[in-house]
């Protein structure tokens, strides 16, 4: 399925979930441009096969919400960037070289990682909100559905909706902490970037929040 422009109405009901969460029937027909009947039609028959279910959210007034989200099995329509192979080379690489060697590897791939994504990305000297721009461009094509926002308060968050590696982070946390250390030695010591929510906790998706850092600067994102 291509999550980026999905492209039946089953489809962009399944992007819809992803990308923003639980949703009323009703929320989700506005996001859509469709009739409310139009997504209940789809919502029965991601149902059926066991995509999609509800919960019923009691209100202060009224009836109740039902609320529709994704089910496990929904995950699969999402893109996995060859994950089984990568455990397995993950596995391998523990099997002989053990967890010292593992960890070698990981930090030279983000080693490698750091020097691609700075050649793509615009200078320290750049708007921080045009890096993150950038930065969430960059994930996005490799698949993590990536988006950023800017919150009133003037902080600006990228968010990951899929984690396209989230078998092989769940083998090795180290590729997680790693990842955090990318996204602060590309975006610049000017700021400073803390994950707020994490797939791997259980939550909907990864958060990163970013904001200008005050004081002195930091050396290769270590204070």
């Not at 989200?69 to 397995?88: C, I, N, S, W």
């Not at 960890?103 to 921080?128: C, F, H, N, W």
């Not at 009133?152 to 984690?163: F, I, K, M, Q, S």
């Not at 010591?189 to 803390?194: F, R």
Request: proline share 4%; aromatic share 6%.
């Amino acid at each position: 399925m291509g999550t980026n422009a999905p492209g039946s109405g089953r489809e962009r009901v399944l992007f819809v979930l992803k990308t923003k969460g639980p949703q009323t029937a009703a929320r989700m027909a506005k996001r859509l441009s469709v009739t409310a009947m139009a997504v209940r039609q789809h919502l029965a028959v991601l149902q059926a096969e066991k995509l999609i279910d509800f919960t019923d959210e009691r209100r202060q007034v009224g009836r109740p919400a039902r609320v529709w989200q994704l089910t496990p099995k929904a995950y699969a329509r999402f893109p996995d960037r060859h994950e089984d192979l990568a455990v397995g080379m993950l596995q391998a690489v523990r099997r002989v070289f053990g967890d010292e060697g593992l960890e070698r590897l990981i930090a030279e791939k983000t080693r490698q990682q750091t020097d691609s994504y700075r050649v793509r990305m615009a200078g320290s000297d750049a708007p921080i909100e045009e890096r993150v721009r950038t930065l969430a461009r960059i994930r996005r094509e490799e698949g993590y559905m990536a988006e950023w926002r800017r919150q009133r308060d003037g902080t600006l968050e990228l968010v990951e909706n899929h984690c396209s590696i989230a078998k092989a982070a769940h083998f090795c946390t180290k590729l997680c902490s790693c990842e955090l250390q990318l996204f602060r030695f590309v975006l610049g010591d000017d700021v400073s970037v803390e994950r707020t929510e994490h797939i791997l906790s259980g939550d909907r998706c990864c958060t990163y929040c970013i904001t200008e850092r005050l004081g002195e600067p930091v050396v290769n994102g270590t204070p």
